[in-house]
């Protein structure tokens, strides 16, 4: 796929543009640019182009609109102490993207154009990454369906895209987040889309997330959908529990069994608590076994991790059945120590020895 670049005509001026990068927000402002490319049936491929951010116009028809043939990805560029900029593990975003595809019957992008496009955009658009630890510049690749006709079955027009956003540290050190285990809807099924990163898993969550909000909790806990009671992930990131205290301590996690989305972040953090001499496991884990572990103390800790906010600590959950508290509400020590490890591999300042990073920008 060759790339080539369109530079904006209507780039924020520098001022305002290191006013936005300095309080970033989330998914606030988006970057000078953006990442086009379109394929369809007969010739595959085009050519990508790296464009002025701006409107993408559609035919009301497209197929996007009334099926929800949609996927994404999550993925961020870090600084680097000396100056550089560099993405972590683009290619397990790409190789997932790829997954999505065959998923959801959209064309399959290889993972070396995915990663290509990636860099031409953050190349560009290098400036909006912002400098401090815990910051980063958030990438948002996504492919939609356009192929014009109200014909239920899989679109022979697809249009890729990547837009970004300079993102501040999500974490909240001072505040463990509260959730809702929901009974009453679930998030996927075996033979559903669980393990495809497309839109229409988010849409299905909203009432939940509602529901959750409602009961004062910030995020929804997804049990499976046939027992209703083995944890699988919370929200849009996955979920650890580490049993036990100290160096003795197990890092444990669900297993992915095929209705858990894949995190890139559960992937790493597998390796990095072995790094660090922790025991991880993989397994399952019942809504009683969670209640009963908290209050022995036999669980100590409990994080969700994800790429947004790399990891969030997990204090109250409420569910039909009561509400227990982990801890003392408060991010424990080995929550913090593999957010720092992970984060420091990020941003450059501890050894990437899994070669995780990718420089784009030296
Ligand atoms: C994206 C996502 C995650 C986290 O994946 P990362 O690769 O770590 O960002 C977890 N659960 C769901 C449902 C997701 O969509």
Known sequence: MKISIQPSTAAVPALEREKRVAEPGFGKYFTDHMVVAEWNHGSGWADALVRAYGAIELDPAAMVFHYGQEIFEGMKAYSQPDGS??????????????????????????????????????????????K???????????????????GVRPSNKALFSIIATPAAAYFNAAKAVTV??????????????????CGGNYAASLLAQQQAAKEGCDQVVWLDAIERRWVEEMGGM????????????????????????????????????T????????????????????????????????????????????????????????????????????????????????????????
């Open 85 to 130: 900029i560099a993405l972590f593990r683009p290619d397990a975003n790409g190789l997932r993207f790829a997954k999505s595809a065959a998923r959801i019957a959209l064309p399959e992008l290889p993972v070396s154009d995915f990663v290509s496009c990636v860099e031409a955009l953050v190349k560009v658009d290098r400036e909006w990454v912002p």
């Open 132 to 150: 401090k630890i815990g910051e980063s510049l958030y990438i948002r690749p996504f492919m939609i369906a356009t192929e014009v006709g109200l």
């Open 238 to 273: 996955n979920l650890y529990f580490v049993k036990g205290r100290g160096k003795d301590a197990t890092i444990f996690t669900p297993k992915l069994t095929g209705t858990l989305l894949p995190g890139i972040t559960r992937d790493s953090i597998l390796s990095v608590a």
């Open 275 to 362: 790094d660090l001499g922790y025991k991880v496991e993989e397994g399952m884990i019942n809504i009683e076994q969670w209640r009963d572990g908290v209050a022995s103390g036999d669980i100590s800790e409990i994080f969700a991790c994800g790429t947004a906010a790399v990891i969030a600590p997990v204090g109250c959950a409420k569910s039909a059945q009561g509400t227990w508290v982990t801890g003392d509400g408060n991010p424990g020590p080995i929550t913090m120590e593999i957010r720092n490890h992970l984060l420091g591999i990020q941003h450059g300042t501890i050894e990437d020895k899994h070669g995780w990073m990718k420089k784009v920008v030296s």
């Open 180 to 197: 809702w285990i929901s009974t009453e809807y679930v998030r996927a099924a075996l033979g559903g889309t669980g393990e495809a990163k």
